[in-house]
Nanobody
Framework: QVQLVESGGGSVQAGGSLRLSCKASGYTSGIARMAWFRQAPGKEREGVASLFTSGFDGGGSTYYADSVKDRFIISVENAKNTLYLRLVSLKPEDAAIYYC???????????????????WGQGTQVTVSS
C-alpha cells in the first residue's frame, strides 16, 4: 500500500505561483511513476504532469500536458519521498482540485492517463482569481 498526502494549494491571483507537495509513505520503493492530475467542477480529471520516480531512487522521464508546458514544473526529492509541482503564471483556467497519483506496477506508455495509476491522494484546492 501507498499513502499520498498533498499540500500547498491555495488562492492566488492570475499570474501568481504556487508549489504543491505530495508526501508518499508506505511501499514507496515500489512506486515506478508519479503524476499530478487536476479536476475542475463539471470536467473530467486531466493529467497535468508525470515523472518516472523509480522508487525514489533517481528521477526519469517527464511529461506535461500542452496546457501547462513551460508554466508547470514537476520534480522529486528522493530523500523525502516527496513529489512537487511548481505552478507559475497561473491562469483562471488552472483552478481545480489537484491530485497526486502513484503507479506501482512498472512504467506506462500513457503517463498522463488517470487509469494508469493505482494510488491517489485526497487532493488540494487551487483557486485562481482574475
Amino acid at each position: 500500500q501507498v499513502q499520498l498526502v498533498e499540500s500547498g494549494g491555495g488562492s492566488v491571483q492570475a499570474g501568481g505561483s504556487l508549489r504543491l507537495s505530495c508526501k508518499a509513505s508506505g511501499y514507496t520503493s515500489g512506486i515506478a511513476r508519479m503524476a499530478w492530475f487536476r479536476q475542475a467542477p463539471g470536467k473530467e480529471r486531466e493529467g497535468v504532469a508525470s515523472l518516472f520516480t523509480s522508487g525514489f531512487d533517481g528521477g526519469g522521464s517527464t511529461y506535461y500536458a500542452d496546457s501547462v508546458k513551460d508554466r508547470f514544473i514537476i520534480s522529486v526529492e528522493n530523500a523525502k519521498n516527496t513529489l512537487y509541482l511548481r505552478l507559475v503564471s497561473l491562469k483562471p483556467e488552472d483552478a481545480a482540485i489537484y491530485y497526486c497519483a502513484a503507479r506501482t506496477y512498472g512504467d506506462t506508455s500513457y503517463p498522463l492517463g488517470p487509469n494508469e495509476y493505482n494510488f491517489w491522494g485526497q487532493g488540494t484546492q487551487v483557486t485562481v482569481s482574475s
